[in-house]
């Protein structure tokens, strides 16, 4: 296909306004000095669907780009297959800086994807939160998701472990660098029911979530009592508490020690007054999952 033909089939492919976007990791030439550039995708990928891949020169490290036939440095199409999409790159020679998209139809999300850079890293801005969430000993999971999909995380930080405390507590977390797009946040902890945050937009400034006018964004509070890893805190829960085999022992003598919620090492009334809290008891996914404004 020609160039023109691709470009026009890249345009028709993709659903937003070419304006920069995320998600990309700086290529590297397959070897020293051959000007190709090796590139495979899978995140959101439809097998059988036919792709786009454009590389667009850049002046500026934040990944602002344009689409003209000045900037346009190589295009290309091909068919998904195995869950993947792969390119060799070659842009025209003395392209120093590039921008690399990828247009096409994906599961979630949206496209144009910027999937890498050429010459340079893109820059990005801090994106920081608060958790509160139970036992400090056990360490918490942040991760940021090109929006719309919920595998291969972009970024990825943690609210480390401590050596001791207990009960309910609230931690901050942070990202360097998250370049400007739309993510999902994910929190995870064990025996918590994960908590997600959609559509978060990140511009060329720094983003603090505890200044969102949403309560349910500002303060990020993980319900506990999961003790069955089922993403809710319910019935099941309470019945693993109440075992014969369980209640009243200590969690090395149980039959399931995941039953002991208070850090006082035994399973026992306390455990079960953490489950039936009103701020616990009943919550699951759905209510855990909120739209970012």
Same mark, same amino acid.
Do not use: W
């Given at each position: ?7 026009? @089939? ?15 990791? $700086? ?67 003395? =392209? ?5 998209? @990828? ?10 994807? =910027? ?19 139970? !036992? ?7 991760? @940021? ?20 405390? !207990?009960?309910? $507590?609230? $931690?901050?977390?942070?990202?360097? !660098? ?28 720094? @983003? ?46 149980? =039959? ?28 699951? $996914? ?8």
């Amino acid at each position: 296909m020609r160039k023109a033909g691709k470009l026009l @089939l890249f345009i028709m492919l993709c659903t937003l306004t070419l304006a920069g976007a995320a998600f990309a990791a $700086q290529l590297n030439e397959t070897s020293t000095g051959s000007g190709t550039y090796h590139l495979e995708y899978s995140s959101g990928i439809i097998n059988g669907n036919q792709y786009i891949v454009l590389t667009a020169a850049v002046t500026q490290t934040d990944g602002t780009y344009s689409i003209t036939a000045g900037t346009i440095k190589y295009i290309d199409q091909v068919a998904a297959a195995n869950g993947k999409v792969v390119f060799d790159l070659k842009p025209m020679t003395g =392209t120093d800086k590039a921008i690399v998209l @990828l247009g096409g139809a994906f599961d979630g999300g949206t496209s144009p994807r =910027t999937v890498g850079t050429i010459g340079f890293a893109l820059t990005g801005v801090a994106v920081s939160g608060n958790v509160t969430s139970n !036992n400090p000993k056990v360490a918490t999971t942040i991760e @940021l998701y090109a929006a719309g999909t919920t595998t291969n995380p972009t970024y990825t930080t943690t609210i480390a472990a401590v050596s001791s405390g !207990n009960g309910q $507590q609230s $931690q901050s977390f942070s990202f360097s !660098n998250v370049v400007a797009g739309t993510y999902d946040l994910l929190v995870t902890k064990p025996k918590h029911v994960p908590y997600k945050i959609t559509g978060v937009v990140v511009g060329d400034t720094a @983003l603090d979530l505890t200044q969102n006018a949403n309560t349910l964004i500002s303060t990020i509070a993980l319900p506990y009592g999961d003790i069955t890893s089922d993403k809710k805190v319910n019935i099941s829960d309470l019945g693993v508490i109440i075992k014969s085999t369980n209640f009243g022992k200590a969690p090395a003598n149980a =039959t399931n020690p995941e039953g002991e919620l208070t850090g006082d090492d035994r399973i026992n009334i306390s455990d079960l007054g953490v489950v039936i809290k009103s701020a616990n008891f009943g919550k699951q $996914q759905s209510n855990c999952t909120v739209v970012y404004s």
